[in-house]
């Protein structure tokens, strides 16, 4: 019976060695033919260097450093990059998610969490998985139904969804193995957007919904069963009722006792993880505060922890071991949940294990990962509201600039960032850090009614206005609010809004070289978002989509143009690398969306042939990749509103004020410009009469319109469809007067309509 015993315990151990030999030690490779669908495991991942082709992890490796070691596509024959395959996904939200390769198999996500499995040498689908997603969280996604990706992890695949689930997916075929419901309160503006982290034998999860009401949280799971292993919650609850961990109680001191608890107060990791195996360290970012103002939150001031911080947690137990706050008492939507990058960097004759990250605040920061310690900080991009990071005590040195709470003030980096979820890449060949960087301000200023908090609706409450035309610029309602501009501006950086892809040293924290993606847009809001996410090769290239449709690639070291393939799909993920057979392919997942992505503005492909989606895969010698249908657009012609006017003016400045705070999150491209978003100024007869049954009935939340019912009630709902109807006759009694509206032009660009 003993020795019985005995053969079973070692046979126990040996089991998750099965598949490789129970022989076989650690550090042998094993056969892709030996291992289970999507079999990656700790060993596999940290000897990645010796599968060049791989890319195991959102990043490809442990460090998310974006970064191939694959050469067989190089600066010498780049040019003969052309079409492989194509698998076309029939949804037209954005695509953010960098696709993972295991063995031949493709896995990546796609709106609200939907999974797809293909074949990564020719697209053909393994299998799909596409959650029914609860409705009523579509009208809480602030910036889109979007989902940054997958993780893949001994034989299984991870996948937080929009409303709030994590699955675990067998690799194989996609049958649920587990699911959990994450989130603590159903009813307040949660969703989920990010991927999920593995770290030692957990799986983590955070949530976005800090613009709503959501209290930032991470939750750590049982690879194998789904049980909750801990929760770690980036700021404090109301302290009267007590603290979930030990790390909340330093963080309460730092907020005003009678700060607006009931608000939740943001600091959501809605995006970027990274874990270090040989630290055992889960590093995560923490984002922007509800309300906005630190004033109104906080009223009693302080840092507001942890809120706009990176945060390094024990995978085992979820305890704190350091933090660092790029942002005290956040004031300006600047999250520090932007991709970081872990790197081993020689700073001043010494290597040191440096984590890196360029949030929204405009700072590159390179820190100690060990202990968090601050190594350097330069600004990336043109900041004013600090002067610079004081390197002794770690933190900002505010100039004023910022403060909007007694009068407007033009802020630089606007609340788009320097840099936002686009994933920058590290390339240790060249020692740069390439960055898809926005180069934009915004005016600040306070709302004139006091604050009311509406659980589960949007809560951010500040108002920022961008220095351009347009209905979020200079001709919308709030810019009236504002002294003359030249006053604002007099003294302060170029107010013109531009992208760039910018190659940073971040041992010298200064520009090697910057490529401007503005394109036509410059001065426009998309001229921050035509640049996608990148990745780099040892070929010595940069990769890149954009919103135009083309995929470029540029020199590493001088950011030369060096090819471009018309794809013919907008994009803005980050694309990626690998090899099947020995060929090499560059892949992305392309379909435009999120935040200020949902305009599908003129010269873009997604205004000339749709937004659906598509992953497109390049290889040498490939040819022309195919393009959807062109679209044939109509004259923009402002049509006579089929329903007449109705309302009270303080119901129109009612219905106003509910449009504003819960309608402008999606419903922002009033410019006559072609989107996948409805132009509410343009709604039929038929629309107008089910007005009431689609916004309180949720009758079109298969469409991505959720039902507003448990946040306006009837009354309020015909004051928000009052108002669009007056909307609409002023816009068409402003074209008729001035004939303005007409046919588009040669270009196919079409005249602009009317601010509202």
């Not at 802020?411 to 686009?422: L, M, R, Y």
């Not at 610029?473 to 760039?500: C, M, N, S, V, Y």
């Not at 990769?543 to 393939?565: M, N």
């Not at 007067?737 to 509202?756: I, V, Y």
């Amino acid at each position: 019976m003993v020795r019985r015993r005995t053969i079973l315990a070692a046979a126990a151990a040996c089991l998750p060695l099965l598949l490789q030999g129970c022989g076989r030690t650690a550090d042998t490779p094993v056969e892709p033919a030996a291992r289970h669908a999507g079999w990656i495991d700790a060993d596999r991942l940290d000897a990645i260097d010796s599968e060049p082709g791989a890319w195991l992890t959102g990043g490809r490796d442990q460090q998310q450093s974006y970064y191939s070691p694959l050469d067989q596509i190089n600066r010498e024959n780049v040019a003969r990059l052309g079409f492989a395959w194509q698998y076309e996904i029939g949804s037209e939200h954005g695509f953010e998610a960098t696709p993972i390769v295991v063995d031949g198999v493709m896995y990546t996500s796609g709106a609200g969490g939907a999974v797809y499995a293909v074949d990564a040498a020719t697209g053909a689908e393994r299998w799909k998985f596409e959650p029914q997603l609860d409705p009523g969280f579509m009208r809480k996604a602030c910036c889109g139904i979007v989902n940054r990706g997958v993780a893949v992890w001994r034989g299984r695949v991870y996948v937080g969804t929009l409303d709030g689930y994590l699955y675990a997916l067998n690799a194989t075929d996609g049958t649920v193995a587990w699911k959990v419901d994450t989130f603590t309160d159903r009813e307040r503006g949660y969703t989920i957007t990010s991927a999920p982290q593995i770290a030692k034998d957990v799986v983590v999860i955070g949530n976005a919904g800090a613009e709503f009401d959501a209290r930032g949280y991470v939750t750590a799971y049982d690879l194998e069963t789904g049980e909750q292993r801990w929760r770690f919650f980036t700021v404090p609850g109301d302290p009267k009722l007590g603290f979930e961990h030990r790390e909340l109680k330093k963080a309460a001191a730092t907020w005003d006792p009678q700060s607006l608890w009931q608000v939740g107060l943001g600091g959501t990791v809605w995006d970027a993880m990274a874990y270090d195996p040989e630290l055992d360290l889960l590093y995560l970012g923490t984002g922007n505060a509800a309300p906005y103002p630190r004033k109104l939150r906080s009223p009693a001031g302080g840092d507001n922890l942890y809120l706009a911080s990176i945060i390094a947690l024990k995978p085992k137990n979820g305890r704190m071991v350091w933090y660092y706050q790029t942002t005290p008492a956040e004031n300006w939507d600047y999250t520090a949940t932007q991709k970081m990058i872990l790197a081993d960097l020689e700073i001043d004759g010494k290597q040191r294990k440096v984590i890196m990250q360029a949030p929204k605040n405009g700072f590159f920061y390179v820190l100690d990962r060990r202990d968090g310690k601050l190594i350097s900080a330069e600004p990336y991009v043109p900041v004013n509201w600090a002067s610079h990071v004081d390197r002794r005590t770690g933190r900002p040195v505010e100039t004023g600039q910022g403060e909007y709470f007694d009068s407007p003030k033009l802020v630089f980096p606007s609340p788009a960032g320097g840099h936002n979820w686009q994933p920058m890449a590290f390339n240790p060949r060249t020692g740069l850090v390439y960055i898809p960087v926005i180069e934009a301000g915004s005016f600040w200023l306070m709302p004139d009614e006091p604050f009311q908090y509406q659980k589960g609706a949007l809560n951010s409450t500040g108002i920022y206005i961008f220095p351009m035309r347009g209905e979020w610029g200079l001709d919308g309602a709030a810019a009236r609010k504002l002294p003359p501009i030249d006053e604002l501006t007099r003294g302060q950086p170029d107010t013109t809004l531009r992208g760039f892809v910018r190659a940073w040293n971040p041992v010298t924290q200064k520009v090697a070289w910057e490529v401007d993606v503005s394109g036509q847009w410059a001065g426009e809001l998309f001229a921050t978002w035509n640049g996608g996410g990148l990745m780099t090769t040892a070929g010595g290239l940069v990769f890149q989509g954009r919103g135009t449709g083309e995929f470029v690639a540029l020199d590493a070291d001088t950011g030369r143009q060096l090819h471009s393939v018309d794809v013919g799909t907008s994009m803005m993920a980050a694309p990626m690398t690998y090899t099947v057979n020995g060929v090499q392919y560059v892949a992305i997942m392309a379909g435009l969306g999120g935040a200020a992505g949902q305009e599908h503005v003129p010269g873009t492909a997604a205004y000339r042939y749709g937004n659906m989606g598509r992953i497109v895969a390049l290889r040498l010698d490939g040819g022309p990749v195919p393009h959807p249908p062109e679209l044939q657009h109509a004259a923009i012609a402002f049509p006579q509103p089929p329903v007449a006017r109705r309302g009270t003016p303080a119901e129109l400045d009612r219905g106003a004020e509910l449009y504003v705070r819960h309608c402008t999150q999606c419903h922002s491209n009033m410019d006559g410009r072609s989107s996948g978003i409805p132009d509410l100024r343009r709604m039929t007869a038929e629309t107008h009469a089910a007005f009431a049954d689609v916004v309180l009935g949720g009758a079109r939340a298969a469409r991505g319109m959720g039902s507003f019912s448990g946040v306006l009630s009837a009354v309020e709902a015909e004051a928000v469809h009052s108002y669009l109807i007056e909307l609409a006759w002023k816009t068409f009694e402003a074209g008729a007067a001035s004939g303005q509206f007409h046919q588009p032009a040669a270009d196919g660009t079409p005249a602009g309509l009317p601010p509202p």
